[in-house]
């Protein structure tokens, strides 16, 4: 069985940071591009951050360049996805997902349900 859950969202106020989670299993995730969306009320999902099977191809969205940081923890049956979140903004907050495709396709097939953040002002 597949599963992607995410952890750490949470309410903070502008310039704090957060620290995602997200642990996938159920697939060979540590060979799957992965990544972080978001979607903020009344908009579109966006694409945060990605970061291939092998930590490189690392893509960052410019709202989020030199602010928030990637990472992959490959365990054995388990790869956890993180995103270190520093100087967050009101404009950060919204619903974030983590997200997995395999590296030979462009669709992400694979999405956990979503960790809320709010960033107050």
């Known amino acids: 069985q597949v599963q992607l859950v995410e952890s750490g969202g949470g309410l903070v106020q502008a310039g704090d940071s957060l620290r995602l989670s997200c642990a996938a299993s159920?697939?060979?995730?540590?060979?799957?591009?992965m990544g972080w969306f978001r979607q903020a009320p009344g908009k579109e999902r966006e694409l945060v951050a990605t970061?291939?099977?092998?930590?490189?191809?690392?893509?960052?969205a410019d709202s989020v360049k030199g602010r928030f940081t990637i990472s992959r923890e490959n365990a054995r049956n388990t790869v956890y996805l993180q995103m270190q979140m520093n100087s967050l903004k009101p404009e950060d907050t919204a619903v974030y997902f983590c997200?997995?495709?395999?590296?030979?396709?462009?669709?992400?097939?694979?999405w956990g349900q979503g960790t809320a953040v709010t960033v107050s002002s």
């Open positions: 997200a997995a495709r395999r590296i030979d396709r462009p669709e992400y097939e694979y």
């Open positions: 970061e291939r099977w092998n930590g490189q191809n690392t893509y960052y």
């Open positions: 159920g697939r060979t995730f540590s060979t799957y591009a």
